[in-house]
């Protein structure tokens, strides 16, 4: 865990054109509060991908979703400031999470109850999610500061050619809890997503 003061990075959330044209008048990030946020909750950017930020609103229109409708795929551009970031792209902030799953399994096992679990796709994380907010819930235990923002790396998508380690929809996800951590909103030429 750190804090990366100097850390602006910019996100792209990619959502429906009516929602990013309020988003881009002035209207703040909703929190996700979903059971497969793979982050936990918070407002979900794609860092430094804009394509990627646009491609999801285009995947959740032809999903055709009921809680995540999007009629017209937009993405929006924001500055963010990580703040105090869990950043599982760490060794510390890989270890925090180890930590927490092992506390959290300990918990499970005392209740003789059975843990989320993600699906094989890995597309709905709810083991994971469980154990971010495990981290929140201990931190908030011991008094400590909570965290503003959760980073991490996620391969996703099909092999780029046979054998590769490079996948199609790798990316790297920012999920922003403290939403002061938004500095500014803009909006992203479409030459940059289309």
Not at 52 to 67: C, I, Q, S, T, V
Request: glycine content about 8%; proline content about 4%.
């Amino acid at each position: 865990m750190h804090s990366l003061s100097g850390g602006l990075v910019l996100g792209y959330h990619g959502c429906d054109a009516a929602v990013g044209e309020r988003l881009l008048a002035g209207d703040t990030f909703s929190i996700s509060e979903n059971a497969w946020d793979w982050l936990g909750s918070g407002a979900y950017f794609w860092e430094a991908n804009p394509k990627r930020g646009y491609d999801f609103a285009a995947e959740l229109k032809a999903r055709k979703l009921r809680h995540n409708r999007v009629a017209s795929p937009f993405v929006v551009g924001a500055v963010i400031n990580l703040a105090l970031c869990l950043d599982l792209t760490t060794k510390a902030g890989i270890e925090i999470v180890r930590d927490a799953h092992t506390r959290m399994m300990q918990i499970y096992e005392a209740a003789e109850k059975t843990p989320p679990l993600n699906d094989q796709s890995l597309l709905k994380r709810n083991l994971d999610r469980a154990v971010v907010e495990q981290v929140h819930l201990v931190r908030e235990e011991e008094g400590a500061p909570p965290i503003d923002t959760v980073r991490g790396v996620f391969i996703e998508g099909d092999a780029l050619y046979p054998g590769a380690g490079f996948h199609e929809k790798t990316h790297i996800q920012i999920a922003v809890r403290n939403l002061d951590c938004v500095k500014g909103v803009f909006r992203v030429p479409k030459h940059l997503y289309e």
